[in-house]
């Protein structure tokens, strides 16, 4: 079995599907424009999809209220620092400083700008192919 794709429900799910294309590197593979909005996006390798929607059916969580280690979409990358910087110039925003773990990844907790979070890792072992 293979993960097709994760899903987050969003207020704004077409402004949240560009910034994250724009931002993150996602592309878009299905959209519906209308309701519940929902975007499928691949990640750069195309093999990893989240799903964006708006259902006006479900309660839409508070992501700002949510500590982002109970929740939180993780991105591998060469630069954590400077992708912070990046991130946080494009309207993200610092949940912290980036940190070293005790294992030796360098690791970044964000938020997008509208409450979800991101995390940045660069593993001092990668765990997943690279490529």
């Known amino acids: 079995m293979k993960i097709e794709h994760l899903a987050f429900?969003?207020?704004e799910p077409r402004e949240v599907a560009a910034w994250y294309c724009q931002?993150?590197?996602?592309?878009v593979k299905r959209k519906l424009d209308r309701s519940p909005d929902?975007?499928?996006l691949a990640d750069?390798?195309?093999r990893v999809m989240v799903e964006i929607y708006n259902n006006p059916k479900v309660t839409l969580p508070d992501y700002w209220s949510m500590d982002p280690l109970v929740l939180h979409l993780a991105f591998s990358v060469e630069?954590?620092?400077a992708e912070r910087k990046r991130l946080i110039g494009a309207g993200a925003s610092p949940e912290?400083?980036?940190?070293?773990?005790a294992d030796?990844?360098?690791v970044a907790m964000l938020r997008d700008p509208w409450g979800f979070p991101v995390q940045l890792?660069?593993?001092a072992e990668p765990m997943v192919p690279q490529d």
């Open 9 to 11: 429900i969003t207020r």
């Open 23 to 27: 931002h993150l590197g996602f592309t």
């Open 38 to 40: 929902t975007h499928f």
């Open 44 to 46: 750069e390798s195309g």
């Open 79 to 81: 630069d954590v620092p």
């Open 96 to 101: 912290g400083d980036a940190q070293i773990t």
């Open 104 to 106: 030796g990844d360098t």
């Open 121 to 123: 890792v660069k593993r």
